[in-house]
Nanobody, 125 residues
Framework: QVQLVESGGDSVQVGGSLRLSCLASGYTTTNACMAWFRQAPGKKREGVAALYIADGSTHYADSVKGRFTISRDNAKNTLYLQMNGLKPEDTAMYYC??????????????????WGQGTQVTVSS
């Protein structure tokens, strides 16, 4: 059973930085796609960034390109989301998600089988 546990959410001011972590367990294959999604109050959940473990390819939503970086420490089975230049519109609950097995990169919510419980990010001006 794949389990995902997020951490690192916090309250920060505009322009600040945060690093979210997602500890994954329950699988060993590299044919997996991991991603970060977020959901703000009253809005639909949206994909933020994805990483395909087998080849390290990444994909970002236009709204975070150049500010957020997704990465993974394979030895620690941990996925990260480095967020710089935070804006009030980045305020949301952030979720880690995984597709196992996966054979490519995706940010389509419907394809993700496993989800963490979420970690809150609040950006204030």
């Amino acid at each position: 059973q794949v389990q995902l546990v997020e951490s690192g959410g916090d309250s920060v001011q505009v322009g600040g930085s945060l690093r979210l972590s997602c500890l994954a367990s329950g699988y060993t294959t590299t044919n997996a796609c991991m991603a970060w999604f977020r959901q703000a109050p009253g809005k639909k959940r949206e994909g933020v960034a994805a990483l395909y473990i087998a080849d390290g390819s990444t994909h970002y939503a236009d709204s975070v390109k150049g500010r957020f970086t997704i990465s993974r420490d394979n030895a620690k089975n941990t996925l990260y989301l480095q967020m710089n230049g935070l804006k009030p519109e980045d305020t949301a609950m952030y979720y880690c998600a995984a597709v196992v097995p996966a054979y490519g990169l995706s940010l389509a919510e419907r394809e993700f089988d496993y989800w963490g419980q979420g970690t809150q990010v609040t950006v204030s001006s």
